[in-house]
Every structure is written in structure tokens, then in C-alpha cells.
């Protein structure tokens, strides 16, 4: 007879992922929302990704129009403000400058 280990709830699963394991997992996970509207969904993640470790595409026209953008962000504890503004400060900056055409929906 083998013993096993606790059953882990998923949120404990996640947990235990790397930096890489949790952008992967976003990545797949809105693979699968493809069905629900996206047309595309891409992983940008990466020292140069302006703020958009996984972009999910409503049109074929991608950045130039409607799109939802994830920053994947992997914390020990709740995110607070201060942090939050920040990333969300990076797409915009990334607009402005011209990387992206137009700000994502979500």
C-alpha cells in the first residue's frame, strides 16, 4: 500500500509555480478562452514586453484595435496599490510612445 501526499487546491498549486510556470500557465489558460471571442492570444513576456506578458487579441488587427492585456505577476503577498500602479503605468507609456496603437480593453 502506497501512502500519499495532501491533495493540494488548485490556488496552492499555483503558489508553488515559478515566475515562467505562472506566465505559461495565463498563456494557456486564455488559449482556451479562444473560443470565447479571441481571435489570437500571444505570450510577449520578457524584459521588453511593455507591460504585456500575454495579449489576447478581439480582432485580427491585434494592438491596433481591441485587445486585453495580462501582466503575469507572481507575489509572496496581495498586491497593493503602489505596485499595481506601476505596471499599468508601463502599457501606457508603451502607447504612448507608439509600441502598442491603442490602449487594451482590459
Known sequence: MMA????LTPKQ???HHSPAQFEEFVYEW???LKQEGYV???QLGGAHDGGADVAAFLTARRTDDRWHCY???????A????IAY????KIIAVV???KYRTLPER
Do not use: F, W
Open 40 to 42: 489570437d492570444v500571444v
Open 4 to 7: 500519499t501526499g495532501p491533495v
Open 30 to 32: 486564455l488559449l482556451a
Open 71 to 77: 501582466q503575469c505577476k507572481h507575489y509572496g503577498k
Open 96 to 98: 504612448a510612445v507608439g
Open 86 to 89: 506601476v505596471e499599468i503605468l
Open 79 to 82: 498586491l497593493t496599490p503602489a
Open 13 to 15: 498549486i499555483l503558489a
